[in-house]
């Protein structure tokens, strides 16, 4: 039973350090030409970005030269009007800069550097809510199988007396004993109640246990 418990925290564990790991991607903005004043003008990162998903938890790169670029994250009325007023947090002046998504909602960045904005350094995407697991709850963790359990027999009838109506003979002899009826032991809630996520939680922790 102990076994059982371990290998089901293990898996739980495991299952949620793997979702973690698979939310989180790393999206260099702008891909190969970086963060710079765009040959294309303001169309270029609005199109790198219309190909992308970004969810919160993800990161995105601004790769740029120190003292050439900096990046700066600001309220969509700012970002129209290429300003740092009302800019959310500090301008990033080194770089490359990694800066970690920590909300959903529409999210803009421009760099603040003579007129790089106005001439298409600036990026505007959207991000999701994180995902979540099916039923948006955390996998239950199981508890541990319990042992059968041994019915009480009933009293003994003395051997001159009728069986009564509860407690008929059981075929062998006066000395045997009746136990009252009873219907087929209910079935483990492990094995009945799981959802296909907590399944697939179970199959990890068990082969890491063979393996281990």
């Not at 990162?45 to 190909?51: H, K, T």
């Not at 080194?94 to 421009?110: C, L, Q, V």
């Not at 319990?146 to 009480?152: H, L, R, V």
Request: glycine content about 10%.
């Amino acid at each position: 039973m102990d076994r059982v418990s371990c290998l089901v925290i293990y898996g739980a564990i495991f299952g949620i350090l793997l979702n973690c790991a698979l939310a989180q991607n790393v999206h260099v903005v702008g891909d190969g030409m970086g963060w710079i004043v765009p040959p294309n003008g303001p169309l270029s990162y609005s199109n790198w970005a219309s190909g992308k998903t970004f969810m919160v938890g993800d990161i995105l790169v601004f790769n740029f030269v120190t003292n050439e670029h900096d990046v700066l994250r600001v309220p969509r009325a700012s970002y129209n009007a290429c300003t740092q007023d009302n800019g959310i947090g500090g301008v990033i002046t080194a770089g490359p800069a990694n800066i970690t998504i920590d909300s959903s909602g529409d999210h803009y960045y421009i760099c603040t550097f003579g007129r790089h904005c106005q001439f298409g350094q600036k990026l505007a995407i959207t991000v999701g809510p994180p995902p979540s697991t099916p039923g948006g709850a955390m996998p239950p963790v199981m508890a541990p199988p319990a042992g059968p359990t041994t019915p009480s027999p009933a009293s003994s009838q003395p051997d001159a007396c009728a069986p009564t109506p509860f407690s008929p003979p059981i075929g062998g002899g006066p000395n045997s004993r009746a136990t009252p009826p009873s219907g087929p032991a209910p079935p483990d809630s492990a094995s009945t109640s799981l959802a296909s996520n907590v399944l697939v939680i179970l199959l990890s922790a068990f082969i890491i246990a063979f393996l281990f």
